[in-house]
């Protein structure tokens, strides 16, 4: 977190000139949540002019009032720890059973993101295909999901919060994070939701948030951190892809000028080792490019002009290091884009906690997920014989895990999804130089196998899932059909 003179870029500059305007200076100590200051020294100067003393009394006035406001500012927070082992999960049913933060707590990592879905506080209504109120199929003419009472979210992130396990992450690690459409409220909802400004205040209670926080006061809940000391730092940037969001078909904007502003000036800002972006939804993927017309899932694809705008974004600030995390889609994988920023962007999904594909239907079908998973064509998924199903998707119960190798020459990133137990199921180590414009050692085949975007594959390999569908499909009421002709036409007549 940055103390802010004005604003927060300025206010270490502010504080130093107020604190060293004297002939000599020495270094004191740490200020509040790890700043650095300086006062002047006085070993050899007994007494000070009113002027230096006015001065200099100031200074302490000045930095304790911005230490109350700005400490927990919701723009930028920093710390000296070194970190080099971070968790991250989603899409966590609060009435679920949770075996999974034993998990997480023996995985024993200093920060804990949620990436959304982090309760799930809307309702479902009933499958009806049929009737006055239709929730699926072509039919259907309303939601399938309603919001629910403040009162009802309340209890349902009290539940979340009690949960032992998690509890037990939360005294041992730094639990930061972000929120989905669940925890914001409705289903696939954006800007137009009402009961968001409610929302965001649980969301930040659950969160620790700190009641003075400049977070609770902002429309959105995008924030960011930074980790570690000069040379060793860690970036983290968690996006809201809610509060600002168009309708899913507009291509309109995902995060708002406002918040636009903000992650311009965070990403131009002063250098980091590793910068991880936090996004609800899929940065990198765009599945609905391939699963349409039988099934879209949200993704930063479905707002190619906000995506472009993401990717110049991050080329145009020069930034080393950048890789994303997301959530969202109820499995893990790693996808990676290698034509963005000059180095490969990587995007770590880990989906969910306790939601995923697999869960949702009985386990004699999980062949069916698994090979659908493998039928679906994407070009940007990661890869390797390493990975726990052909596939290199998991739709069973995981969470993401980023191990930083600061002693290493250069300092490299082992990146997995794990399961229940804590075993990887996918992973990619990839080395810091990799993560740099100038010195990517990318070879070129690489850089083209992970270039071409879903909705640019030929139409009868992008929709070759739709395709398998409508002939099953077709081959089904073949099979009736014959079969009823051939009760017609072998019954005897009476």
Not at 13 to 40: A, E, K, M, P
Not at 268 to 283: C, D, E, H, R
Not at 369 to 376: D, E, I, N, P
Request: aromatic share 10%; net charge positive; charged share 20%.
């Amino acid at each position: 977190m940055t103390i802010g003179c004005g604003s927060s870029s300025r206010t270490s500059s502010c504080l130093f000139v107020l604190l060293t305007r004297g002939r000599r200076t020495h270094r004191n100590g740490i200020f509040g949540d790890g700043f650095q200051f300086w006062i002047h020294s006085e070993s050899r100067k007994p007494h000070l002019k009113g002027m230096e003393k006015a001065r200099w009394l100031l200074a302490l006035v000045l930095g304790a009032a911005l230490i109350s406001t700005d400490v927990a500012s919701g723009s930028s927070n920093s710390e000296h720890d070194l970190v080099f082992r971070i968790a991250f999960g989603s899409c966590s049913n609060q009435s679920a059973p949770q075996p999974i933060w034993d998990a997480i707590n023996k995985f024993d990592p200093q920060v804990f993101i949620w990436l959304g879905d982090n309760i799930y506080g809307d309702n479902r209504l009933p499958f009806r295909i049929f009737g006055k109120e239709r929730t699926i199929g072509p039919w259907k003419n309303v939601r399938m999901f309603v919001p629910s009472s403040p009162q009802e979210m309340l209890s349902r992130y009290n539940k979340a919060k009690a949960n032992p396990d998690y509890s037990r992450l939360r005294a041992n690690a730094k639990v930061i994070g972000t929120w989905d459409d669940h925890d914001y409220g409705l289903n696939d909802a954006g800007k137009e939701f009402t009961e968001k400004v409610a929302n965001q205040k649980l969301l930040l209670d659950f969160l620790d948030e700190p009641q003075d926080s400049p977070r609770r006061e902002q429309a959105g809940v995008y924030v960011s951190y930074t980790f570690g000391s000069l040379g060793k730092q860690v970036k983290i940037i968690l996006l809201d892809t809610r509060y600002h969001r168009d309708p899913l078909s507009s291509d309109g904007t995902i995060l708002g000028a406002s918040q636009w502003t903000w992650l311009e000036k965070e990403l131009m800002g002063p250098a980091s080792a590793i910068t991880i972006i936090g996004s609800s939804i899929q940065v990198i993927s765009n599945i609905s490019a391939t699963t349409g017309p039988l099934l879209h899932s949200e993704s930063w694809g479905r707002f190619p002009k906000e995506r472009d705008r993401l990717f110049r974004l991050i080329a145009n600030s020069k930034r080393d290091g950048v890789l994303f995390i997301s959530g969202d889609v109820h499995f893990g994988e790693i996808t990676r884009y290698d034509c963005a920023a000059g180095y490969p962007l990587y995007d770590i999904t880990s989906s969910g906690l306790t939601q995923t594909v697999e869960k949702a239907v009985p386990s004699p079908l999980h062949f069916i997920v698994r090979f659908l998973a493998w039928y679906t064509p994407s070009t940007m998924r990661v890869k390797s014989s390493s990975c726990r199903h052909r596939s290199c998707t998991y739709g069973q119960p995981n969470f993401g895990t980023i191990e930083i190798d600061w002693d290493a020459t250069p300092v490299t990133l082992k990146i997995e999804v794990r399961d229940t137990n804590g075993l990887p199921v996918t992973g990619v180590n990839i080395s810091l130089l990799d993560l740099q414009a100038q010195s990517s050692t990318m070879k070129a085949r690489e850089h083209q196998s992970h270039c071409t975007l879903e909705v640019s594959l030929p139409w009868i390999v992008r929709y070759r899932l739709a395709i398998l569908f409508y002939c099953l499909v077709s081959c089904m009421l073949f099979l009736i059909l014959a079969w009823f002709s051939s009760l017609f036409f072998l019954t005897p007549p009476p």
